[in-house]
C-alpha cells in the first residue's frame, strides 16, 4: 500500500494505528473469500462451493447483483448467475462489508453510535449504487461496497481506542463539523476520513476509490478536474452521505441536508426530478436491504416533500454524534442461558436475574451460537446435551473466535464420570455443574467466574492505557517531527523536508513516465534590506513574501524554505510550459503586493528559475543543479524575472 498511496495517505501513521489495537477486519467466510481471490487461478465454481456455506451472504449477494440490473430486467435468483454479474472483486468487497457489519454491530466505545453507524452507512451504499446507475464513472458492482465502508474509519478509532474516542465525540457533540476533524487529528494524528481511505487502500480497494473517500466529505468545495474520474466519484459520494443524513437526522435539520443534496447534484449536472428519483430508489430498497442485513429496520422518512433552503455550508461529519450508548450498562454483566429445557432456562433466568446479570436465553445450540454473536455475553451456562449442536460442540466452536475466548463457559451435566470431565475441559469448558441444580452451589460457581472477569477487565483496562500511552506518544512523535520538518518564520516545510520530498516527487515520477518540474526562488535585494534595517523587518519582508506565494500557488504545488532568502516549489504533474506560466502568476504576485514593516514600506520582488525534468538526468540533485542555473541567469537579466532552464 505504501508505494501506491503515500501521498494521498500518512501511511506510516496508519501503521501506527494498526499496530495499537485491532482494527475491523473480516472474519469466517469473508476471510477466506478474500484469500481466495488473491489467488490468480480461482474460479467461479470454487467461489460459489465457498459462498454456498454461508445462505446469509447468498440472499444478500443475490441482491447486490439485482441492484445493478436496469429496470425491466428480469431478476437474478440462482447464486451463480449473481456472482457471475458482480465478478470476484465485488463478491470480495461485498463480503468485507456484510461480514464488518455482523462482527461490529456493538463495541466498547460509549458514545459511538453503532446502530446509526451501520444503519447509516447501508444507505449510503444503496445511494452511491443508484447514482452510478447514471454516472456511470464506477462499476455498479463496487460502488456498494465503496459506499459501505467511506465512513469505516471511524468505526476503526471507535474500536482500537474506545475510551479516548468516546471523550473526542462528548467533546465535539453539537458543534461544527470541521471540529471533530480537527479534535481526532490533535488526538490520533489522523481522521476518521484518512483512516477510512487508508484503510480501503490497505484492503486493496483501486486508488481512485481510495481518493474519492478522502474528499467525500468536502465535496461541496471540491476543486479539480470536473472530467475526472476521482471528481466525479468524490460528488456521488458527498451526494450519497447527504441522502443519508437527510434519512437520519432530525426533521427540523431535514431540509439543510436535502439542500445540500440539490447542490451536489446540480454539480453533477443533475436535474432535480433525478435527486427525487434517486430518493425515492433509495427508500425502495432500503426495505429489502433491511431485511437481510443486522441493521434497524428504520422507516426512511419521505425526502421529496421536504421545503428546500438556500444551498448552505458543506455537510455534518460523517458521524451523528449523540447521547448513543449502544454498549450494556458497564456495571452488570451479561449472562447467556443455553439449554433445551424450557424449565431449566426459566430457573436459571431468574436466578442470574435475581444476581443482578443482565440475561439472554436459547434453546440449542445453534441458537445459543447466533445469540453469543449478537449479545457478546461473559458468562454462559450451557447444557452439554441438546439437539442440533451439543454444549461441548458449541464451546469448541466458540473458542475459536476472538470474542469467544474470554467467556466463563459452565457447562450442566447429568454425569460426572471423569472421562467426560475431562473431555469437557479439553473442549474449553471452565466449570461444570451437575444436575439436578443446586442454587447455592451454582451461586458459589458463578462468583468464581466473576473474578476471573474481574481480572480480565482490569487487564483489558491496562492494555487500554497502554495503547492510549501508545497513541499520545505517536501523537508527541508526530508533531516533534512537524516542528523539526518546519520553518518557524514561514510555516513552510523546511530544506529537510524539501530534499526529501523532491526525491519522493522524483521517484514517483520516474516510475509513472509523469512530468516534474521545479522552481527556485530568491528574494531580491534581500542582503541590503537586512543590513540597512536589521534583521525584525528582514524577518518580516520574508514572512510576508512568503504569504504572498503561498496565495499564487497551485493546490499540488510544494512550496519549501531552502534558505535564508530561498524558497523551493515543488510541482508534480507539471511541463516546462505550466511551470512557467505559474512561476509568472508567482513573480508578479510578489510584485503586486507592498510589503508594510512598522511605518516603512517597501517594494519586493523576486526571480525564479524554472527547470523540468528530462530523461538524461540521473536525479533530482541533477533538476536543482539546473533550476539554479536558470535562477542565476533570472538576476544577471536585472532581477525580479522569470527565466527558464535551458
Excluded at 148 to 163: C, D, K, M, R, T
Excluded at 185 to 212: C, I, K, N, Y
Excluded at 421 to 448: N, Q, W
Excluded at 577 to 587: G, L
Aim: glycine letters at 6%; charged letters at 25%; one cysteine or more.
Amino acid at each position: 500500500m505504501a508505494k501506491k498511496m503515500n501521498d494521498l495517505i500518512d501511511t506510516s501513521r496508519f501503521e501506527e494505528i494498526k499496530a495499537a489495537g485491532e482494527l475491523p477486519s473480516p472474519r469466517g467466510i469473508a476471510l477466506a473469500i478474500a484469500r481466495m481471490t488473491q489467488r490468480g487461478d480461482a474460479s467461479l465454481a470454487e467461489l460459489a462451493r465457498l459462498v454456498q456455506g454461508d445462505p446469509s451472504l447468498v440472499g444478500r449477494l443475490v441482491c447486490a447483483a439485482n441492484g445493478t440490473l436496469a429496470p425491466g430486467m428480469r431478476p437474478i435468483v440462482a447464486l451463480r448467475d449473481a456472482l457471475s454479474v458482480l465478478g470476484m472483486a465485488a463478491v470480495r468487497n461485498l463480503a468485507l462489508g456484510f461480514s464488518l457489519i455482523s462482527s461490529n454491530g456493538k463495541g466498547l466505545c460509549r458514545s459511538f453510535p453503532y446502530s446509526r453507524f451501520w444503519t447509516g452507512s447501508v444507505i449510503r451504499a444503496i445511494a452511491t449504487q443508484k447514482i452510478m446507475t447514471v454516472m456511470r464513472s464506477a462499476g455498479l458492482e463496487e460502488s456498494f461496497s465503496v459506499g459501505l465502508l467511506s465512513g469505516i474509519g471511524a468505526l476503526g478509532l471507535a474500536s482500537v481506542f474506545p475510551a479516548q474516542y468516546s471523550r473526542v465525540l462528548d467533546e465535539v457533540r453539537g458543534g461544527e463539523p470541521e471540529m471533530l476533524l480537527d479534535v481526532e487529528r490533535q488526538a490520533f494524528a489522523m481522521t476518521h476520513v484518512e483512516l477510512s481511505a487508508a484503510m480501503l487502500a490497505d484492503w486493496g480497494m483501486p486508488r481512485f476509490f481510495v481518493a474519492a473517500v478522502l474528499g467525500h466529505e468536502s465535496a461541496l468545495t471540491l476543486q479539480g478536474e470536473p472530467e475526472s474520474r476521482e471528481h466525479s466519484l468524490t460528488l456521488a459520494l458527498g451526494l450519497a452521505r447527504a441522502v443519508e443524513a437527510a434519512c437520519l437526522c432530525d426533521e427540523a435539520e431535514r431540509a439543510l441536508h436535502m439542500g445540500i443534496a440539490r447542490a451536489l447534484a446540480a454539480r453533477m449536472a443533475w436535474l432535480p426530478d433525478q435527486v427525487s428519483a434517486l430518493c425515492d430508489d433509495v427508500a425502495r430498497e432500503w426495505k429489502d436491504w433491511s431485511q437481510i442485513l443486522p441493521v434497524d429496520a428504520y422507516a426512511l422518512p419521505s425526502l421529496n416533500d421536504v421545503a428546500l433552503p438556500e444551498p448552505a455550508s458543506p455537510a455534518p461529519a460523517s458521524i451523528e454524534v449523540e447521547a448513543a450508548n449502544d454498549a450494556p450498562d458497564p456495571g452488570a454483566l451479561r449472562a447467556l442461558v443455553v439449554d433445551d429445557d424450557a424449565a431449566t432456562r426459566m430457573t436459571l433466568q431468574a436466578l442470574l436475574l435475581r444476581s443482578g446479570y443482565q440475561v439472554t436465553c436459547a434453546e440449542n445450540g445453534v441458537m445459543g451460537m447466533e445469540r453469543a454473536l449478537e449479545f457478546q455475553p461473559q458468562i454462559m451456562v450451557v447444557d452439554w446435551v441438546m439437539p442440533e449442536m451439543n454444549g461441548l460442540e458449541l464451546t469448541r466452536t466458540l473458542r475459536q473466535t476472538r470474542m469467544g475466548r474470554n467467556i466463563y463457559i459452565i457447562v450442566l451435566t447429568s454425569h460426572e464420570d471423569e472421562e467426560r470431565l475431562v473431555e469437557a475441559f479439553e473442549a474449553g469448558v471452565d466449570d461444570y455443574m451437575v444436575k439436578p441444580l443446586k442454587p447455592r452451589v451454582l451461586e458459589a460457581r458463578l462468583r468464581a467466574g466473576q473474578r476471573l472477569i474481574r481480572l480480565q477487565k482490569d487487564l483489558e483496562a491496562e492494555r487500554e492505557e497502554i495503547r492510549r500511552y501508545a497513541a499520545e506518544l505517536g501523537v508527541s512523535n508526530r508533531r516533534l517531527q512537524e516542528v523539526a520538518l518546519t520553518d518557524a518564520l514561514t510555516g513552510f516545510p523546511n530544506r529537510r523536508y524539501a530534499m526529501a520530498r523532491i526525491g519522493q516527487e522524483w521517484a514517483i515520477a520516474l516510475r509513472s513516465e509523469r512530468p516534474l518540474s521545479c522552481m527556485l526562488i530568491d528574494v531580491d535585494y534581500f542582503r541590503q534590506i537586512n543590513e540597512t534595517y536589521g534583521h525584525d523587518v528582514a524577518d518580516q519582508v520574508l514572512e510576508q513574501t512568503a504569504r504572498a506565494i503561498r496565495e499564487c500557488m497551485r493546490a499540488q504545488d510544494v512550496v519549501c524554505r531552502t534558505g535564508g532568502d530561498e524558497f523551493l516549489i515543488i510541482c508534480p504533474d507539471t511541463t516546462l510550459e505550466q511551470a512557467m506560466a505559474c512561476a509568472q502568476r508567482v513573480c508578479a504576485g510578489v510584485a503586486a503586493v507592498p510589503l508594510q514593516a512598522g511605518q516603512l514600506r517597501l517594494k519586493s520582488s523576486i526571480s525564479i528559475g524554472v527547470a523540468e525534468r528530462l530523461s538524461p538526468m540521473p536525479d533530482a540533485d541533477a533538476l536543482l543543479a539546473l533550476a539554479d542555473q536558470a535562477l542565476i541567469g533570472a538576476k544577471s537579466t536585472g532581477r525580479g524575472r522569470v527565466r527558464a532552464a535551458g
